[in-house]
């Protein structure tokens, strides 16, 4: 437990500080905030592009774009990078597009619009990153690895569901299944690849090296 300045926080709270970068995309955090679109946690996110930078990743897959907040700061790493982008909600995939535009990256995204679990993708990525239906994990996992180049990683979001992943007694029905299947999903991860990270930061980050 630290005091600071008459608040006490503790060491999470303390190291979650210390992770939060000013924001570079202000207008778009703000507007994911007044219109409930969820998006990544800034200091998962700051864990995020330290993995791109610290890996010199030129080429990222995204399941999962929202509003395209998350692109933008992971194109923001470098200007050599390219990302390719899957969103299933059409009114999302054009305020994304907009986004894109307004920043001037266009030429730097190739956007899909469609459901991540049946459109075909081209190309070879140095990352993943799965951030969409949680329920689908795995399924996005086993359907977009073997696009992993080598070396390659992958970075799956909202690990803990904010909360509920410990939570021994769920009451609703959807949300003891969805617990259920990421839970799998976390422990199957585990079983299955030599490499992984499980981190407490945000709602959770798993990063897998394959
Ligand atoms: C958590 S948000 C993504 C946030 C974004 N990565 C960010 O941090 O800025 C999840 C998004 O995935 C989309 N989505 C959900 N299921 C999907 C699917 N099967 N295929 C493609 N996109 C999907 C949702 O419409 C939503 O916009």
Redesign the pocket.
Known sequence: MYIFCGDVMNENQYIEKLNIRDEIFPELYQY?KENR????DSDA?NIVKNFIKLKSVKSIL??????????LHMLSVSDDIQLTT????EA?YKIANENFNTYKVQDRVTHIH????EVSVNGKFDMI?I???KG?NLLFLEKYKPLLNPGGFIIV??ILLRGLIVQETIDNKNKRKLKEKVDRFNHYVKENFDHTMYFNVGDGLLVITV
């Open positions: 994911a679109v969820p998006i990544i996110l995204e399941v999962g774009t929202a509003i395209g907040y998350s692109g899957i969103e299933l909600n999302s469609g459901d991540a679990k990153f951030d969409a239906s689908n979001d909202n």
